[in-house]
């Protein structure tokens, strides 16, 4: 058997590039005569901007600080030990970097096991341990704190989470054996499974505490000395920690159940994370941990070797990385600065246009729209939603005071535009109301001011071609709820200048939006890509197939909802005006369903109906579908729908849509919600040989979003 360094030192040689964790060892004497402390600070000697990460020279130097703590608590020379973290960070995980070079089953299972070993030491020692969760905590870091006797957290600490699911891991140094015996099977389905599986939700410090993760809380300001004065009373025997008494009957299934429903509604069967996640809470309802962590190896090394979590890798380090780095952007020293907006309309997509540069740029907004009333709603609109900030808290009333002050409403737009640096319209999809608009800005504004429109599928050239300086208009094409999805889609016109386009990354940045350059090319990535997948739903069901079975076909895919929710919620009529203008363009790809265009002009506002709180067939709907006899299976439909895809991205590859795949998957998981696990969508067509079948060719690299040959 080899030992813990051996396997540590093996995995290390494996990963060169590892950004090394220091555990630095100091004593002191705490307060209340309570006797002499060993703390260990886990360090990698950045700043906050680069956090602690766990790779395996990390956990070694965690070992080795460990077998010098074990003796002196043995000899009894110390009285505890603590573990903490440099400033604003505790411990975010395991380092991922290292996790994409391995290749065997042996080094994952090296991993886990090398980390198991390292950590249950604290658990082991023969005084207590204590875990100060100063800062940010996840994955292992939250996991040396489990295998702690106590836990002190931060009130300043501003996430706080299990990950591991999210990306298509398990929790496992411990995570799923411990925090269940900790805290109760539904608490820690809920931080494990649920927040995982919705968009890695965070934790704050007061929940850490209020969910009974951590034993005490302390302000931010004084945390490490408050924590020190509590363990000495903790030590002395003055506090004593109440835990109650976990549920190991029917609630403990109830929980595990609880998990599957959230996996199957999110995952759909789809991916196999959360389900071994659940198998191992399952298993630990017995108390038994060296059980668990057996099953936690396991599971770890399995979903390392797959497919999934090289995926779920891919899919983070865009959205952290080429995210905030969009290829192609300008040199930003090229933008000029932006302090006035001005939003044509005053439309609900325009008030929340102007509800997002108000809050991100505070700088002055104004409005305009054809009548009073129009203006004063949309006016209306962004005060509400002011209102509805300072209410909750996130918000001061000086602040919301300032914010209302900011945005005004205004007819004559020669009165609001005149000083405006940056214009964006909202108005209607229509070519001719979109060139009418831009002509009369341009007589109004500034002669340095970006006119942006936030058209989903028009021609960004087209609409600029009648202007005097087309060469300041640029596509900016937001995501519907504005204040949710990241993306934004910049469109470069035929005309459109290096310094409007460097403006419009400027002020993307500002929104904190993540921005890819897109060419302007019909309805740009995401709605030519949805659209294309929608249409093949379209028209295996206009073919003859029944609606459950298109609909069931794709679920696999564990889309965020099915095709024909998605529809409701775009709204049929700008789906079909959508799939009409991508009919222009390319007659011999995208049709215009006659059945779309039925429920259209019927006013109907989807394919579903809710009566019984699951989406049923409307039967008007269904007494207004023609459908030809031409059946297709589940998987038929499957193939159909996956082949148009992939030939879909490859053309738009070829044409140049943006600079590489990577560039739709980043679209695709931030405008449309699709799937880490996937790494959007061109890993899953590698792995399941749809590329090569469509295009001849992968979209990726071997060893980019899968596991190195």
Not at 459 to 473: D, G, Q, T, Y
Request: include cysteine.
């Amino acid at each position: 058997m080899s030992t813990t360094a051996e396997l540590l030192k093996g995995a290390a040689e494996l990963f060169p590039g590892e950004v090394v964790t220091s555990a630095h060892v100091r004593h002191f004497d705490l307060p209340l005569g309570a006797g002499r402390f060993a703390l260990i600070t886990l360090d990698n000697g950045h700043d906050h901007t680069k956090p602690t990460t766990l790779g395996p020279q990390s956990l070694a130097n965690i070992d080795a600080a460990l077998d010098q703590v074990e003796k002196e608590a043995a000899d009894g020379d110390i009285v505890g030990v603590g573990v903490t973290g440099k400033p604003f960070i505790f411990a975010v995980g395991a380092d991922l970097k290292g996790v994409e070079l391995l290749k065997r089953h042996e080094d994952a299972l090296a991993i886990g096991k090398g980390g198991h070993d390292v950590l249950k030491r604290l658990a082991n020692l023969a005084v207590p341990s204590f875990a100060y969760y100063n800062g940010a905590s996840m994955g292992g870091g939250v996991e040396i704190g489990l295998h702690c006797t106590y836990r002190t957290v931060s009130a300043a600490l501003p996430a706080f989470s299990l990950p591991e699911v999210f990306l298509g891991l398990v929790p496992g140094w411990g995570g799923c054996t411990l925090l269940p015996n900790l805290i109760g099977a539904d608490k820690a389905v809920s931080v494990i499974i649920e927040n995982s599986l919705n968009q890695n939700k965070q934790l704050k410090g007061k929940q850490v505490f209020e969910l009974g993760i951590a034993d005490a809380i302390f302000e931010g300001a004084d945390f490490l000395e408050q924590s020190l004065l509590w363990t000495a009373s903790v030590l002395k025997g003055e506090i004593t920690v109440e835990r109650p008494l976990i549920d190991r009957g029917e609630a403990w299934d109830q929980a595990v159940a609880r998990g599957r429903f959230i996996a199957d509604g999110k995952v759909h069967g789809a991916a196999p994370a959360a389900y071994r996640a659940l198998d191992i809470i399952a298993t630990a309802k017995n108390g038994d941990l060296q059980q668990g962590y057996d099953a936690e190896d396991r599971a770890l090394a399995d979903l390392i070797m797959g497919g999934e979590l090289r995926s779920g890798i891919y899919a983070f380090n865009l959205v952290q990385k080429r995210g905030k780095r969009p290829a192609g952007a300008p040199d930003k020293s090229l933008a000029r600065p932006v302090t006035k907006v001005g939003v044509v309309g005053a439309g609900l997509m325009a008030s929340q246009l102007a509800l997002l540069f108000l809050r991100r740029l505070e700088v002055p907004v104004v409005l305009t729209d054809i009548d009073q009333e129009r203006v004063d709603k949309g006016v209306g609109y962004v005060h509400a939603e002011i209102d509805k900030l300072l209410g909750k808290g996130r918000i001061n009333q000086d602040k919301a005071n300032r914010l209302k002050a900011l945005v005004t409403g205004v007819l004559d737009k020669a009165e609001g535009f005149a000083d405006a640096d940056f214009v964006i319209e909202a108005v209607f999809e229509e070519m001719g109301v979109k060139q009418k608009v831009f002509a009369e800005v341009e007589a109004v504004a500034p002669a340095h001011a970006i006119l942006a429109t936030n058209t989903s599928s028009l021609s960004v050239s087209e609409m600029a071609s009648k202007l005097k300086h087309p060469e300041r208009v640029v596509g900016f094409h937001f995501f519907n709820p504005v204040a949710i999805l990241p993306l934004l889609e910049i469109v470069r016109g035929e005309q459109t200048d290096e310094a409007s386009l460097a403006a419009a990354f400027g002020v993307a940045k500002k929104l904190k939006k993540t921005a890819v350059l897109v060419k302007d090319a019909p309805a740009f990535v995401v709605n030519r890509i949805l659209t294309r997948f929608m249409g093949e739903i379209q028209n295996v069901i206009d073919e003859g197939t029944p609606v459950a079975v298109a609909e069931k076909a794709v679920e696999p895919l564990g889309l965020p909802m099915s095709p024909l929710v998605l529809l409701e919620l775009v709204g049929p009529a700008i789906g079909l005006h959508v799939s009409e203008t991508l009919n222009r363009a390319f007659p011999e790809r995208f049709t215009v369903s006659p059945n779309l265009k039925a429920v259209v002009e019927a006013g109907k506002r989807g394919f579903y109906v809710y009566d019984s709180g699951k989406p049923e067939l409307d039967p008007e709907v269904a007494a207004l579908l023609k459908q030809g006899d031409t059946v297709l299976t589940e998987d038929q439909v499957r193939d159909r729908v996956l082949d148009a895809v992939a030939q879909e991205i490859g053309l738009m590859l070829d044409e140049g849509v943006v600079a590489e795949a990577q560039d739709i998957d980043l679209c695709l998981i931030t405008g449309a919600g699709w799937p880490f696990h996937l790494g959007g969508i061109t890993p899953y067509l590698d792995r399941e040989g749809v590329s090569e079948r469509v295009n001849g060719k992968r979209f990726l690299e071997a060893g980019v979003a899968s596991v190195p040959a």
